[in-house]
């Protein structure tokens, strides 16, 4: 029942967002404008996939990952994989690397290597021969974040007015496309990374109860941890690279799940992904109809719809525990 509310409530949202714009397009302007018939194949529709792409990965990703470390506060962006992209991004930025690597833009490529290399440093800090430390992970994430933002604000410092500006632009994060390109090369990445998770989601419910129960059900607790670690990055590396570091969504969407549909870990990841997508491509279409012609970062939309939902949520759960 859950994924067939979930499923209906995308369907609704993505129809609405694709008949929703500064410029109304129906099924008339479909088939007798040429300009209409454009601008929803090319610019409507790419928008609306990658925001249910993009949304879908980050509440998966969140989902995991807060079972992962059994920390209510994880998100996608706690492993220094955003940092990374967001760095790299900014130095092809600021360099004036316009150009494009087949289909792939030089920001996207540049994006994907900062946050491999991001990654690269995180395993290697928080590794102790095979064995991962979710503690030392968590922490060595949000120590790379920091120094990356430090690198992006000298960046913004030293570039011309007009790239500084890019910079900050493509930091608040944006879903804004123009054709299909992007999205194929981006789901050969997206699509093995998600797999993984959702196959380890029974595993993962275990690990959230505590990394003994589950090593005495035969959970191989290590190996799950590095799996988890390995595909989280990937995913949350490519939808950085591609949409810039839209927050929120992989922070408050895996807590609204458990708030509808309980704490099981099997039902709240791929719950996740569903809700993750609608309420992504919810915000894109506020992002770009609340001021008419002008558009609001989407994910400045994600951070002031996210950030009061996910406090009136912990309110709620303290509440419920007092009681």
Known sequence: MPFLLLAGAVLLVTVGALSTGYRRID???????PTSRTIFLEI???RVLLGL?????LGVVGAALQALFRNPLADPFTLGVSGGGALGASLAIALGLGG?????PLVFVAALMGAGLAVLIVYRLASVGAVLLPGALLLAG??????????VLMLQCLADYTRALQILRWLVGSLDVVGSGVLWPMLLFLTPGIVALLVLARDLHLLAVDAETAASLGVNVHRVERITYVASCLVVGTTVAVAGPIGFVGLVVPHAVRRLFGEDVRVVMPCSLLLGAAFLVLADTMARTLLGAAEVPVGAVTALAGGPAFLWLLGRRRHASLL
């Open 27 to 33: 099924l008339e302007a479909l088939r007798s404008d």
């Open 44 to 46: 409507r529709v790419p």
């Open 53 to 57: 792409i993009v949304g879908g990965s």
């Open 100 to 104: 494009r690597v087949g289909a792939l």
């Open 142 to 151: 949000v120590v790379i974040n920091l120094i990356a933002a430090a690198g």
